[in-house]
């Protein structure tokens, strides 16, 4: 069996692999749906720590996607987030307590995990692209390609293709590189990026001290927000979380870590979402599951252990007990462009695992 817990250079740089999912859609979420910072990166702090001492490996931790992007375009209500929350926080305790994610995982054909792993993954890749060229929604509604640097061009070129490249270069030639890791070098160099040429948004606010998460931050949410919650986030929701974050990642575990991925089976993965997710309604934090993405892209940039996990975990701990409000500011240090080379990787590393498909019927499928 491999090493529980590896504190390395590696593990650093894989634990941040998945920054580019992550950070847009909690950006998104608090600017524009108003969620408490500090109980957001409270929930995802916890959530990183708590499932790699639990499951023994590299966890990922996501945002649930279909919630996230609905919500921050239409600029849902605080309320009416951490409703769908609650809801499916509640949703996956059931099908994960009475063991019917097994009996569904069971049934569903290999081929059609695979199509949900190649989806995903091209639209990881695509969403990177975005974040390269400045075509985002979180982009278009700032209109700026970097709405964190000074500099927007580089004589015709915008910043952000010219970042997005030289990013891109580095990780290809460190990919494999273990002295220099290629997520940690990218990462660090887009922090001096926005440190030499940010506009320090927020940086004369920052206030050192000790916060701690609000409980029901925004109070209970109305039965109108309940209802509204299921009907337009949670319904659509589903059918992703099943398919990317319990089956597709689950498959991916064992893909990647053979024995030691014992504890990450149907029911577990499930009940996790649901215990994170009850967390995030009652902090004010942002529905949270585990995707098949995530796990790509730590693995991709290194991760091997849950050494990871507690590594990432604490990050997001002392943004939350040391910044509080104030988090963003440091968050906004790193360059978009610089996650949409990490959100390129990882989703070509999700969307390979499409290989093994021998059979012109499964790759029909999957590609379907």
Known sequence: MSPRYR?????????LGDMGTLLPIAIG??????LSPTGMFFSIGIFYILSGMYFGITVPVQPMKVIGAYAIATAMTPSQVLASSALMGLFLLIIG?????????????????RGVQ????????AQGVKFMIGSSKFQMARQMAEPYLIIQHIGPIPVGIVIGIVGGVLTLLL?????????????LGGIFLGLVLGTHEGFDKLNIGIYFPEWLPFGLPASADFTFAFFAMVLPQLPMTIGNAVIANADLSLEYFGKDSQKVTYRSVTISMALANLLSFVVGGMPLCHGAGGLAAHYRFGART????LMVGILFLALAFFLGLHALSVVYLLPMAILGVLLIFAGGQLALTVIDMKTRKDLFVSLL
């Open 175 to 187: 990919l494999e590189n273990r002295k220099f890791p290629a997520g940690l070098v990218v990462i």
């Open 29 to 34: 979420m608090i600017l524009i749906n108003g």
């Open 118 to 125: 190649i989806s995903t993954g091209t639209l990881l890749m």
């Open 306 to 309: 849950a050494g990871s996990n």
């Open 97 to 113: 307590g009475t063991n019917a994610i097994t009996l569904i995982g069971k049934y569903t054909p290999k081929p059609v995990v």
């Open 7 to 15: 504190f390395d250079r590696m593990e650093i740089a894989g634990s």
